[in-house]
C-alpha cells in the first residue's frame, strides 16, 4: 500500500504516512509530569506501527489557563528528563517524535479546575450550544465559558519567548520536531480568527496582523532550532462560525505558514462552539478540505478523522492527503497501522464514535477512557507495551 511507503517531512524520512494525531490523556503527572502511564501508552502507538507520533498539547505557560486535567506541560528544568524518555521510547517504538505546543487555551478555557489567569487576543467568551456539540456528548445540557481579558503585547512578548524555550528544550530533548497548536479555537488560534480577535494593535484588525503572532513564532522558534528539526502548524481548516476563519481565508494562511518555513500542515477543524467538527461522527469530513491544502501549499498536508485503512489508502493515492493522522482509531487499537500493512483489516478494533474518549478528557483526574478498549489508560501495567519488552 502506498500509505506504508515512507516520506520525508522537513528535514527527516518517515517510516510511513500514518500519524498518531496529538490526544490529550490525562495521564500526566499532578505537575504535568510525564509518567510511566505516559511512557508506556505512547510506546504502545509507536510499536503499534504509526510512522509519526504527535505528542498530545504541551503547554508552555503556567500562569495561563489549562482547565483541562492531566495535561503535560514543560515548565523548566524539572521537565526535561521525562521529556527526554518519551522521546526515547517513542523512537524504540520505530516512529519520529513531535511535541505539539499548546500556548493556552484562551477564552475556551471553560472547564476553569486552576482558576488562574484567563486571557485572549480580546475581551469574549465561549458558549457551546447541545446541537453543535458530537451527537453522543448531547443531553447534558449547553455550556457558557468566564470571559477572557484581553493579553497585553509584553504578556504576548513572554508567549513567544516560553514558547521559544519550549522548543529548544523539545530539542534537547530528541524530539525530531514540534507543531504548534493554532487549531480548535484555542490562544493561538483566536490570534488569527476573525471572530475570536477583535484587537486594535499590531496583532489585530488585518490580516496581515493575525498573523503576526504565528508567523514572529516559527521564525523565532526557527533561530532556536536551526533547519534540522521539523516546525508543523496545526490550524482548524474552516472554524464554521459566522465571521470565523473560513476554508478561503485558512488557505491564505497556511501558504503564509509554508513561506514562512513550516515543514508540514496538520488540518483540523472546528472551535468549541462548533465542537462536532474537532470530533465528527463520522470518518472523512475533512477530506474535501484537506484537497484544498495539498492543492495550494507545497509542504506536506496532514489529515485527521480517516478511520478505515482503505480511506486512508485512497487519500494517499489520490493525493487528497500526504499523511492520515489517526486520534480515535489508535486509542481503540494501537495496532492499527500494523494490521492494515499487513492486510489484515477484519482484526482492527473499531471506533463507534460514543466519543467517551472526549467525555472522559473533560471529567477532571481520571485519563481518557474508551468503550472498545479496555486497556486505554492501563498500559503501564501490561507488558507488552513496555518500551522494551
Ligand atoms: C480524547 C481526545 C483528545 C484530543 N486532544 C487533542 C490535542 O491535545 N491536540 C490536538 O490538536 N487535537 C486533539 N484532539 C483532536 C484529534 O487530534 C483529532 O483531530 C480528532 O479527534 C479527529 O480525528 P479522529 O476522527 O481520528 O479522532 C483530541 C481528540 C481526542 C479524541
Redesign the pocket.
Known amino acids: 500500500m502506498k500509505l506504508f511507503e515512507p516520506i520525508r517531512i522537513g528535514p527527516f524520512e518517515v517510516r510511513n504516512r500514518t500519524a498518531f ?4 490523556m490525562g495521564h500526566a503527572g499532578p505537575r504535568g509530569e510525564v509518567t510511566d502511564q505516559v511512557l508506556c501508552h505512547y510506546s504502545a502507538r509507536a510499536k503499534g506501527g504509526v510512522g509519526l507520533v504527535i505528542t ?2 504541551v503547554g508552555v505557560l503556567g500562569k495561563y489557563a489549562f482547565s483541562i486535567g492531566g495535561g503535560l506541560v514543560f515548565l523548566g528544568d524539572a521537565y526535561r528528563r521525562g521529556l527526554r524518555n518519551l522521546a526515547e521510547v517513542i523512537h524504540l517504538g520505530g516512529a519520529r517524535a513531535v511535541a ?1 505546543i499548546i500556548m493556552g487555551q484562551g477564552a475556551q478555557a471553560l472547564f476553569h479546575h486552576s482558576r488562574r489567569d484567563l486571557v485572549a487576543p480580546s475581551e469574549i467568551s465561549v458558549a457551546l450550544a447541545e446541537e453543535h456539540m458530537p451527537k453522543a456528548m448531547r443531553g447534558s445540557g449547553p455550556v457558557q465559558g468566564e470571559t477572557a481579558r484581553p493579553m497585553t503585547v509584553d504578556e504576548i512578548d513572554e508567549l513567544v519567548a516560553a514558547t521559544v524555550e519550549a522548543a529548544r528544550a523539545m530539542k534537547m530533548a530528541g524530539f525530531d520536531g514540534v507543531e504548534l ?1 493554532g ?2 479555537g484555542y490562544l493561538l488560534a483566536e490570534f488569527v480568527s476573525p471572530y475570536f480577535n477583535q484587537r486594535r494593535d499590531e496583532y489585530g484588525g488585518s490580516f496581515e496582523n493575525r498573523l503576526r503572532l504565528p508567523l514572529r513564532l516559527i521564525e523565532e522558534v526557527r533561530q532556536a532550532v536551526g533547519d534540522r528539526f521539523i516546525i508543523g502548524y ?1 490550524q482548524s481548516g474552516d472554524e464554521h462560525i459566522e465571521g470565523g476563519l473560513d476554508l478561503a481565508m485558512s488557505v491564505q494562511v497556511a501558504g503564509r505558514l509554508a513561506e514562512a518555513g513550516i515543514d508540514y500542515f496538520h488540518l ?1 477543524s472546528g472551535c468549541y462552539p462548533r465542537l462536532n467538527w ?3 461522527d463520522e ?1 472523512g469530513t475533512l477530506l474535501p478540505e484537506a484537497r484544498a491544502f495539498t492543492r495550494a501549499i507545497d509542504v506536506p498536508v496532514i489529515c ?2 480517516v ?1 478505515d485503512p482503505k480511506t486512508a489508502e485512497q487519500a494517499v493515492v489520490e493525493k487528497t492527503t500526504d499523511v492520515v ?5 489508535l486509542l481503540v487499537d494501537p495496532d492499527w497501522p500494523n494490521k492494515a500493512r499487513e492486510g489484515r483489516f477484519d482484526e482492527i478494533r473499531r471506533c463507534r464514535f460514543c466519543c467517551t ?2 467525555k472522559s ?1 473533560n471529567r477532571y483526574g481520571t485519563g ?1 477512557r474508551c468503550t472498545q478498549n479496555p486497556e486505554l489508560g492501563w498500559e503501564r501495567f501490561i507488558p507488552r507495551y513496555y518500551p522494551f519488552a
Open positions: 494525531a496529538p490526544t490529550h498530545e498539547g505539539q497548536h487549531a480548535h496545526r483540523s474537532t470530533f465528527p470518518e485527521p478523522n478511520h493522522s489517526l486520534s480515535r482509531s474518549c472526549v478528557m481518557v
